[in-house]
């Protein structure tokens, strides 16, 4: 694999290897001038702090022994001002808490901030002129003067322990990478249903007994079987509360704060495992195994008092531990059918007046809330805490999308941005043919560079309650370190920039030209990472009864060919070189090229599906959600079949019925019409009831052709694409009508019972 990366970036940059990177800091600072000669450090360089030399100590330790480790040079500290790299403690205006000022000359070194931090991250960029493995030769930095300081003061990271456990080592390595970068925030996600990874001294079987599972690490996440009686559970481990502050410290060393997630009310069958009296049936269970929740309780009961009592236990010791200003409880995916069975909740509710399980939800965050302020901390939870109303000095992280951050925004609520589309780092980065198994989604380099994490529908007033982003590490899918490696590099470079760098100074064709340096430094610290997306984005246009086909690649300097038989492209095919017209049934096949060499493992392929409404206007009597807009307002014309991939080539309508006209330009002869449907249970989608055909010559006076009833259960977890197809004798129409039934509510039993439901439609095909 090291080898293969060698290659590879040879063919990237023919000089990388062998050219000397000047500057390459990530992320870009707010001013940096580069001048003439460098500083050496040598055996004769020495550590100088000028000031606040308590506080300082542990940053100049951290430096000397990252300068020991790569030149095995000792630096000491002296007094002397020549030879010498200084630290300052000064009152610097302009760089807030954060901000530094470093200055090379060819006599010196110096790093100067208002606090300890802005020390640690002028250490961090001067770290990124050296090498990273020892060369036993004199260490030459560049002269240069920066200032600089941060756009956001919230820069954090997330890693998901619970579904898979990672040692106190491979956390501080985490912890490393996020600190290269000036990442300050490390939220780590310690519970969840398949695993209680924290020691609480009071409740002992939280981590005697949630903390392990029985191993189905060989099956995909939602395919693993349940434990059973009798079978012993291997897998797993938590961290003592020893390990726990010995992370903590080695965090703060490197100015990240620590944040901790204990999960509640609901995504706590761990838990529940260890205290069944937790929920509301009080039924014992095994700790889960991976996805299938069938007859497992997972949520705290909010009408049972010993639940309060259990959580005050469990957050003061938490607390106690963490020092963060902040401790985050979770509050997603409630699935509350177990609190509309439960006859203590119900009799809490009417006691309380409240109206309905959101509000019980909002009464269980709002009291949890209160504790936690009692303590001198601030709560933060994900979006679902905003329904039934919003905890009065709560901080709202928005992972589904941006809108529940706008909300609390508006609020005049803290609000991290943490949408999962595009840092959701779970999700593939390339292919995804070729690469590591993923949970799904697609969110590769240039997404996450791309991202504004101030929304447009923010006024300046509200914008300032956006603390910042983050990005998540869900680990269902991730089970070695070397996997968590691949999936955050060089992913949490570019937040790093987002969230870091001026908006101003953003520079795609300037980051990856830096990030070839740090491609360099990853190997050299045998770092498992992705070289990048190669793979040609297609993208089909469909209007003015036309379809062409636009294809894009991410590859800096990188030539896209492509083929129409579905034939293999190489350099020798047809080079693209603007839209690419379909005018009849094709499957189109595009690699990038880069330096003569086809990069990527397979070609990017998508099938075209020529019929009579291809190219033609699509009206919609309800709009489609703005957050499912495919291709565009023509997707249903454009040839394109979707997969069960939800956030590509489908249109979703939440709630309402799909009623799409198209106009064909002229009378044609039509026989049989379609409309493409996904339904895919976990993400709220559903079949329609009925999807119902019709044909008109005027516009005005519509013809029934057909009626197709739904054969999809509700019930049905998994995945289903289906057509719905009317055939009918031959008859001339200038106008088809299609109308889909939304099933209107998510059914009983499921996680958003009684929420509006969503209807996915990807073609409407007529022949």
């Given at each position: ?15 990388f290897?062998?050219?000397q ?166 939220h ?32 995909v ?21 020893k390990?726990i502050?010995?992370?903590i410290?080695?965090?703060a ?14 995504h706590v ?10 929920s ?29 009592t ?28 177990s ?11 009417q ?8 509000e ?11 504790y ?7 709560m ?87 603390l910042?982003a ?16 691949y ?20 520079d ?32 089909p ?59 990527g493992?397979?070609p ?63 009378e ?28 008109s ?10 009626t ?11 995945a ?22 939304n ?25």
């Amino acid at each position: 694999m090291k080898e293969i990366k060698i290659v590879l970036l040879l063919l990237l940059c023919p000089f990388f290897l062998f050219a000397q990177q000047t500057v390459s800091i990530i992320p870009e600072p707010v001013q940096l001038q580069l001048g003439q000669g460098a500083f050496t450090i040598d055996g004769n360089t020495t550590v100088r702090l000028e000031n606040a030399r308590k506080e300082l100590k542990p940053a100049a330790a951290f430096l000397a022994s990252h300068i020991q480790r790569i030149s095995g040079y000792e630096l000491r500290r002296k007094r002397k001002k020549s030879n010498a790299i200084s630290f300052s403690i000064e009152n610097i205006n302009g760089i807030g808490n954060e901000g530094y000022r470093l200055s090379v000359s060819p006599s010196g070194i110096r790093i100067a901030a208002n606090t300890k931090a802005g020390i640690v991250y002028g250490i961090q960029s001067l770290l990124q002129t050296l090498p990273q493995v020892r060369t036993n030769a004199a260490l030459r930095v560049p002269s240069m003067e920066i200032t600089d300081y941060p756009r956001f003061a919230w820069r954090g990271m997330h890693l998901d322990v619970s579904r898979h456990f990672f040692s106190p080592a491979a956390v501080r390595e985490y912890i490393d990478l996020l600190a290269s970068y000036k990442m300050n925030k490390f939220h780590w996600h310690l519970v969840d249903d398949q695993g209680w990874r924290i020691e609480i001294k009071k409740y002992p079987k939280l981590t005697e007994v949630g903390a392990w599972r029985v191993d189905q690490t060989d099956k995909v996440w939602g395919e693993r079987p349940q434990a059973q009686p009798g079978e012993v559970p291997t897998y797993g481990g938590y961290y003592t509360q020893k390990q726990i502050k010995d992370i903590i410290r080695y965090a703060a060393e490197r100015n990240v704060t620590v944040v901790p997630e204990i999960e509640m009310p609901g995504h706590v069958a761990s838990a529940i495992a260890a205290y069944p009296f937790l929920s509301c049936e009080q039924k014992p269970q095994l700790p889960l195994t991976g996805g299938d929740y069938t007859n497992m309780s997972s949520n705290y009961c909010p009408g049972n008092e010993q639940v309060y009592t259990f959580l005050q236990d469990v957050l003061d010791e938490v607390i106690a531990l963490f020092p963060s200003e902040y401790i985050h409880i979770g509050g997603d995916e409630v699935d509350k059918t177990s609190w509309k069975n439960c006859a203590s909740c119900q009799a809490l509710m009417q006691r309380e007046g409240l109206k309905n399980e959101e509000e019980l939800q909002s009464y269980f965050i709002r009291r949890i809330e209160k504790y936690i302020v009692s303590k001198g901390r601030k709560m933060i939870g994900w979006d679902e805490i905003l329904e039934g109303g919003l905890a009065p000095q709560a901080t709202v992280m928005s992972w589904r999308g941006e809108s529940g951050g706008i909300a609390a925004a508006k609020m005049n609520h803290d609000v991290i941005m943490t949408p999962g589309n595009p840092v959701y780092f779970d999700h593939y980065q390339a292919g995804p043919a070729g690469e590591p198994l993923a949970i799904g989604g697609f969110n590769t380099l240039k997404r996450v560079y791309d991202y504004e994490p101030v929304p447009q529908e923010l006024t300046p007033a509200e914008a300032k309650y956006v603390l910042g982003a983050q990005a998540n590490v869900w680990t269902e899918y991730i089970t070695t370190l070397n996997q968590l490696e691949y999936m955050v590099l060089p992913r949490v470079l570019a937040l790093a920039e987002v969230v870091w760098s001026p908006k101003e100074k953003k520079d795609w064709m300037d980051f990856n030209e830096r990030l070839r340096y740090h491609f360099k430094a990853f190997g050299q610290k045998g770092l498992n990472y992705s070289l990048g997306n190669f793979t040609v984005d297609i993208k089909p246009v469909s209007q003015n009864g036309n379809l062409t086909v636009a294809l894009t690649t991410e590859a800096v300097n990188g030539d896209i060919y492509y083929t129409l038989n579905g034939a293999v492209p190489t350099p020798q095919s047809i080079k693209y070189e603007g839209p690419v017209r379909i005018d009849s049934t094709v499957t189109l096949k595009a690699v990038t090229v880069v330096n003569g060499h086809v990069m990527g493992v397979q070609p990017a392929e998508q099938s075209f599906v020529v019929h009579k409404a291809i190219g033609r206007d699509v009206i919609y009597t309800y709009p489609v959600s703005k957050y499912y807009q495919a291709e565009g307002p023509n997707t249903l014309t454009d040839g394109v079949r979707g997969t069960t991939a939800v956030g590509k080539h489908w249109h979703g309508i939440n709630g309402s019925d799909l009623i799409a006209t198209i106009d064909l330009g002229e009378e044609k002869p039509v026989s049989s019409i379609t409309l493409g449907t996904l339904q895919n249970y976990r993400d709220w989608i559903f079949m329609p009831q009925w999807v119902k055909f019709e044909v008109s010559t005027d516009g005005q006076t519509f013809k029934e052709v057909g009626t197709v009833n739904n054969q999809v259960s509700v019930d049905e977890k998994n995945a289903v694409i289906r057509d719905f197809t009317a055939a009918f004798p031959e008859q001339r129409a200038k106008f088809i009508r299609v109308t889909a039934k939304n099933l209107g509510t998510n059914p009983k039993g499921h996680p958003g019972e009684g929420k509006a439901a969503w209807l996915f439609a990807d073609e409407i095909i007529v022949k």
